[in-house]
């Protein structure tokens, strides 16, 4: 909105295709549901409000499970979310062709999701990739068992 008359190209996500597609064609078993959270007064940020020091353990995926990461963000700020050691597969209409991201920005309250084939055995930091965030709170741990 209001980039219609610039002199430059500018991409969303919504143009986005991978040039091939993914190898795992399984739809998803379960779908996960995470809602970002924050309070810029208080300057607290957290998944479905609590921060890292509040939740009890980790988000728990299972070795070469294939599931759907659904993010809401219900801030008034871009949170670019960051998964380390697998890839989300942003679903933006293109089928098989989903774009692989290890970051995918969630705008002020956007709702989107992302497949994932929970492929990496172990513990991998789950965050908002904005490390004033990550630090008050907005941190998971991701567990691939």
Request: charged share 25%; aromatic share 10%.
């Amino acid at each position: 909105v209001g980039l219609e008359h610039v002199k430059h190209r500018v991409l969303t996500y919504a143009q986005l295709k991978s040039p091939q597609g993914w190898p795992d064609k399984r739809p998803p078993a379960r779908e996960l549901e995470l809602h970002l959270t924050g309070n810029m007064q208080r300057y607290m940020w957290s998944f479905d409000g609590k921060k890292f020091s509040e939740v009890d353990g980790p988000i728990r995926f299972f070795k070469n499970e294939r599931l759907r990461l659904i993010l809401v963000n219900d801030t008034m700020m871009d949170h670019p979310i960051h998964l380390h050691g697998m890839w989300m597969e942003l679903e933006n209409g293109h089928g098989d062709l989903r774009p692989r991201k290890h970051t995918i920005i969630v705008k002020p309250g956007e709702r989107l999701s992302a497949l994932i084939t929970a492929d990496a055995f172990g513990d991998w930091a789950f965050h908002c990739h904005l490390m004033y965030h990550m630090e008050a709170g907005m941190f998971r741990v991701v567990s691939v068992a």
